[in-house]
């Protein structure tokens, strides 16, 4: 089942016979067979004395407008005390090491291509060697988990350590549990037809099998376009949780109402690749999102969402308000990082908080609190594109942070009032419009204190 984990020797004998799950204090995962390592990075995890090694997965590029060689290598494991994390580059020489979100103020040593670093708490961070993002590592320290499921309980849908086919769109009805374990790695989709379904483990849901697919021209054309990889619209109290999701050429996640979607990972290159949307009452928490198309959909009302990482590719918007059709209300989003937003060149969707609304409807009460951008060369923070009767108000931005000033002027087109209590750009903080990339034009639609 497991491979390298600390506990003792009488809940070893409990594992194997009946699965329990007894308490642990570091768990790393085997390697699928079939499945390379990453050639880019290895990571070693310490803990009172004992290395554990943790297999690095890598995900490559296949459709990107740039064509530079790019990968994604990252690791999962969990832990329940402090550890060391050693993550050595295995290409090149490194010199420096900066460990991102920023806020989480994680410092590393870097000797001979290794950078060393301690954890006390779950972590989804970025290590980036001398600033280069070209090939990034991802690490995502999960906590123990609790209760695991017997593999042969008829109930559950168990994917164990191993590659899996399932193919595209394999169904779940009410009430199903599906567990994919850590080792696990799994091709394909899942389709959500019934409520209160559990989807949650430590392993892998990829669609990289059908790749090619997608490579021979743009994804919006072809019959993936609604690979969508866990696709519940209208299955309502669903629990999704812990899961990495990769390579995938739509959306990640699409949830019902009164979900919740926790501790999920994505890494995705397509262009048309979404993070996730989740509709009324949903909670979207402590999850990492790497897309190429829009990180979060705030389509529906009384939405939440918290600690949320998003690393922004070249297309799409961290924080979707709208595509011509919604008009939400009550959301609130909090302590959420921006650490990278790589757009070079424009469209309607560059901006960190985007709305399109073609027809009336009223975007309202809205509050996002605690939000960090970490891009040093931020595109466009705000690109609203109201038409006809369509209005936002009572929107509040609090605590919002940027490392540096937009490169380019908002776009604001409609009835739009945000306020703003304690922005600040490169530390300082706001005092006028401006400096949040608003023209002379719209500075009636903002007010700062």
């Not at 009488?10 to 699928?32: D, F, K, M, Q, R």
């Not at 409807?361 to 594109?385: C, V």
Request: net charge neutral; aromatic share 10%; glycine share 8%.
């Amino acid at each position: 089942m497991l491979t390298h984990v600390a506990r003792p020797v009488h809940c070893l004998l409990l594992v194997a016979a009946l699965h329990i799950n007894c308490s642990a204090e570091v768990e790393t995962y085997p390697g699928p067979d079939g499945i390379d390592a990453s050639d880019q990075y290895s990571v070693t995890v310490l803990q009172d004395g004992q290395r554990y090694p943790a297999f690095v997965y890598k995900s490559t590029t296949t459709f990107h407008r740039d064509k530079r060689d790019r990968t994604t290598s990252w690791t999962t494991f969990s832990f329940s005390k402090p550890i060391q994390v050693e993550v050595t580059k295995l290409k090149g020489r490194a010199k420096s090491c900066v460990i991102r979100p920023s806020r989480q103020s994680i410092q590393a040593r870097v000797r001979d291509n290794t950078a060393t670093f301690i954890i006390d708490k779950p972590q989804k961070l970025s290590i980036e060697f001398d600033n280069d993002i070209t090939h990034s590592m991802l690490l995502f320290a999960d906590p123990i988990e609790e209760d695991c499921p017997d593999p042969a309980d008829p109930n559950v849908l168990y994917f164990g350590p191993g590659q899996h086919d399932i193919g595209i769109g394999r169904e779940l009805h009410h009430n199903q549990n599906v567990y994919i374990a850590g080792g696990a790695y799994v091709w394909g989709s899942f389709r959500v037809l019934g409520d209160e379904v559990t989807v949650r483990g430590r392993g892998v849901l990829s669609a990289g099998k059908w790749r090619k697919y997608v490579t021979k021209g743009d994804p919006g054309s072809g019959r993936l376009h609604d690979f969508k990889m866990i696709y519940g619209r209208s299955a309502n109290d669903c629990t999704y949780e812990g899961i990495t999701i990769v390579d995938f050429p739509s959306f990640a996640m699409i949830a019902g109402k009164h979900s919740v979607i926790s501790n999920i990972k994505t890494i995705g290159w397509y262009h048309n690749c979404d993070g996730i949307a989740i509709s009324e009452h949903g909670l979207v928490s402590d999850c990492f999102l790497k897309v190429n198309d829009d990180a979060l959909k705030l389509y529906w009302d009384h939405v939440r969402i918290n600690d949320v990482t998003i690393w922004q590719y070249k297309n799409g918007a961290p924080f979707q308000w709208n595509w011509h059709s919604m008009s939400p209300r009550d959301v609130q989003v909090r302590d959420c990082d921006v650490v990278h937003i790589e757009y070079d060149h424009d469209a309607n969707n560059r901006a960190v908080f985007n709305a399109a609304k073609k027809q009336g409807g009223h975007h309202r009460d809205f509050l996002f609190e605690n939000i960090t951008i970490e891009e040093p060369q931020l595109w466009r923070l705000f690109a609203f594109n109201m038409s006809g009767d369509a209005k936002v108000s009572k929107t509040l931005f609090r605590n919002l942070r940027l490392a540096g000033p937009p490169l380019h002027q908002n776009e604001m087109h409609g009835d739009i009032t945000l306020r703003f209590d304690n922005a600040t750009v490169a530390g300082r903080k706001v005092n006028t419009p401006k400096q949040l990339g608003f023209p002379q034009s719209d500075a009636s639609m903002i007010q700062l204190q």
